[in-house]
């Protein structure tokens, strides 16, 4: 069946570093692979979006890169701040679905 | 922006009792999506809504229902709640390539 990782460890880190979380996935080929931030008793909020045909995506401090041979996003966060301190999941959706299978996340800390 | 509304943000519910939960959106989106969330298991995929009226399972259907009357309107049924649907419960659409989700609804059911 498919299976999405992340480090169900947290991450911690110090603020101006770079973050860098893993999402890998298995029995699955998706077309889009997906990243939110969730925050506690809160809902996912969408951050970025990757095509199976694309290699990085950057948005602000936030660069995402798929790679379909090792079946593995990597999502980071460059000059780190406290406020980026929340839970990120990797979600993935096949193209002929709307079916958004989602990881368990990893939970980042910034601390100053 | 679309905005998508849970209508409680906590309920508390007896064993047994047949729980409404409701989403609205405040545009016109076509595909709706309830997800129920867990430590240590995410989110998974309870059912899911491509327009009015239409309605598939998703991964984790056993114990819900849902009703899609009007676009705007998505709701999850619990037939008869038992303790183990003590969860966060999430509904989204999805808006372009992205999805939005509510704020949640935390049921306890006791």
């Known amino acids: 069946s498919q299976k999405i990782e992340q480090n169900s460890e947290a991450l911690n880190i110090q603020e101006g570093k770079t973050a860098t979380l893993t999402c890998n996935y298995t029995n699955y080929s998706p077309a889009y692979l997906q990243w939110y931030r969730q925050d506690p008793g809160r809902g996912p909020v969408f951050l970025l979006l990757i095509r199976e045909n694309e290699k990085e995506k950057r948005k602000e401090r936030l660069k995402v890169t798929f790679d379909t041979t090792l079946k593995q996003s990597l999502f980071h966060i460059t000059a780190s701040q406290p406020a980026d301190s929340a839970t990120y999941l990797c979600?993935?959706?096949?193209?002929?679905?709307?079916?958004?299978?989602f990881g368990t996340g990893t939970r980042l800390q910034v601390f100053p | 922006d679309v905005k998508v509304t849970q209508s409680s943000r906590y309920l508390v519910k007896r064993t047994g009792e047949k729980v409404f939960l409701e989403c609205v959106q405040d545009?016109?989106?076509?595909?709706m999506f309830w997800y129920r969330q867990d430590p240590g298991l995410g989110l998974r995929l309870i059912y899911f809504s491509y327009d009015v009226k239409m309605k598939e399972k998703g991964d984790i259907p056993e114990g819900y229902s849902v009703s899609r009357e009007k676009k705007e309107r998505f709701s999850l049924i619990l037939e008869s709640a038992s303790t183990n649907q003590t969860s966060m419960y999430l509904c989204?659409?999805?808006?372009?390539?992205?999805?939005?989700f509510g704020s949640g609804t935390r049921l306890t059911v006791v």
């Open positions: 545009m016109d989106h076509e595909n």
């Open positions: 989204a659409l999805r808006d372009g390539y992205g999805y939005t």
């Open positions: 979600a993935l959706r096949g193209g002929d679905t709307d079916k958004l299978i």
